[in-house]
């Protein structure tokens, strides 16, 4: 089935498509000023003509109302006069011109006398080549004169113009459109460049740019986008690598537990606590189960692109108060009524993550507070993180050597989490010295 026009004009190239369109629009452009100017210079010279002819008809007829009329009537430009008195008799002509059969009859040249206007007569039935242009003009004593000019110099220049328009027309548009096309592939040539670039980046040459012309347009800026767009996916891409390795890194641990308490199990069943051997293996899948949580926590967040599941009021107080009853060692201060927007599981897991820190590592009581204006505080009074660190720590798989000693240390994973469901609900969160501890804020803006 062969092709539509409409399928096939799409699929020709750029070049190709400006070039015609750019062609089709000058030649529609000048096709109608070719028009216009044969237009406007037929009327400019036509208004020549019969002003000239209706000046040398004032001229007769100054002269036919004094008597004064010379025999024959001279006039200096060819124009054609005849003098026809109340009967309709014609007195005085130029020279050449009838003497007994008016250029126009009597009904005709009332018509004219009434309107004002010249008129085209054909002159031929005179013995006059070409057409000629009559002016009418009455005298005293029922005397009319009548004026003609020949007009066929005029339209053999107006001829002569059109056929000038005819064939120049065309070859303008050819030449116009070969520069056009010169133009585009000149002004294309930057995308190509950009395209060429593009099919050179592989997986093994993810670090590459694009060319960026040095032109400030909008292939520029386009090449500038792209560039930053391949930054993002390659930083994106890094740490989707670490998140990978990190995470395999994490398992092996754990697994590796299980397995050598395992084969020990099995090695040497008589000898073994099964029990004993049990917890270990338990505390292990537990430990498992919980990055794993983490892991899917961290994806959901970055399928959703920082955007939380649900936006629907919650009641953060109530939310603060739910979880902080599940610890007995986290003691609520203050817990004023606030209202937000998001995901009521979210904001519960990130005072979770926060409450579980800061009950690992503080010596006494945890203390949390939530006042009106949407600041959630978390603190302990434990030894606290270094001030160059405590930004450090919401990066994924990030554990301070204090915190890798320990058994239940996690993964590295909270307070990443943290930020990123904080973020999401459009909040911040950073640490503060507690003097002596740590203390978590978050803030979240609360409906008003």
């Known amino acids: 089935m062969a092709d539509s026009p409409l399928t096939w004009w799409r699929r020709q190239t750029l070049r190709f498509r400006l070039t015609c369109v750019a062609a089709a629009v000058l030649a529609l452009a000048l096709a109608v000023s070719a028009s216009v100017l044969l237009s406007v210079l037929s009327s400019t010279l036509i208004d020549g003509v019969d002003e000239s002819t209706r000046q040398q008809a004032q001229s007769v007829r100054v002269q036919a109302d004094a008597g004064t009329l010379p025999t024959p009537i001279s006039t200096h430009d060819g124009t054609i006069v005849q003098v026809i008195d109340a009967k309709g008799q014609i007195t005085d002509v130029t020279f050449g011109a009838d003497r007994l059969v008016p250029l126009l009859g009597a009904q005709a040249r009332a018509e004219l006398l009434r309107t004002g ?4 007569l054909d002159g031929r039935p005179y013995a006059i080549p070409g057409p000629l242009r009559v002016v009418m003009i009455s005298a005293d004593h029922g005397v009319t004169v009548l004026a003609a000019r020949p007009i066929s110099e005029i339209q053999k220049s107006l001829s002569t113009a059109g056929r000038v328009l005819f064939v120049g027309t065309p070859l303008l548009i050819i030449l116009l459109a070969a520069a056009s096309w010169l133009v585009i592939g000149r002004t294309l040539r930057p995308i190509a460049a950009l395209r060429r670039g593009a099919a050179d980046i592989t997986h093994t040459a993810r670090s590459r740019r694009l060319p960026v012309p040095e032109a400030r347009d909008e292939v520029h800026s386009l ?31 754990p697994l590796a537990s299980i397995r050598l308490q395992l084969e020990v199990a099995l090695g040497h069943p008589q000898g073994q606590d099964w029990q004993e051997t049990a917890e270990g293996v338990l505390e292990d899948a ?78 006494g009581k945890v203390e949390v507070a939530l006042t009106a204006d949407g600041v959630l505080t978390v603190t302990d009074d434990g030894p606290g993180i270094p001030v160059e660190d405590r930004e450090r720590v919401f990066n994924r798989f990030t554990r301070l050597d204090s915190g890798r000693s320990r058994d239940e240390g996690g993964a590295g994973l909270g307070l990443a989490i943290v930020r990123e469901t904080v973020r999401a609900h459009g909040g911040t969160v950073h640490l503060e010295d507690a003097s002596p501890g740590l203390r978590a804020v978050v803030r979240l803006p609360p409906v008003r």
């Open 117 to 120: 206007e010249a008129a085209y």
């Open 223 to 253: 090449a500038t986008t792209l560039n930053d767009m391949l930054a993002r996916l390659e930083e994106a891409e890094q740490r989707q690598r670490a998140l990978v390795s990190d995470a395999a890194h994490e398992l092996r641990s």
């Open 286 to 363: 537990m430990r498992l189960s919980r990055l794993a949580e983490d892991l899917l926590a961290l994806a959901r967040l970055d399928e959703r692109g920082g955007v939380p599941g649900r936006r629907e009021p919650v009641q953060l107080d109530e939310v603060v108060r739910q979880t902080v009853e599940r610890y007995g060692e986290a003691r609520l201060t203050v817990c004023d009524p606030v209202l937000v927007t998001g995901d009521a599981l979210d904001l519960s897991r990130v005072l979770t993550n926060l409450v579980d820190n800061a009950i690992r590592h503080t010596s």
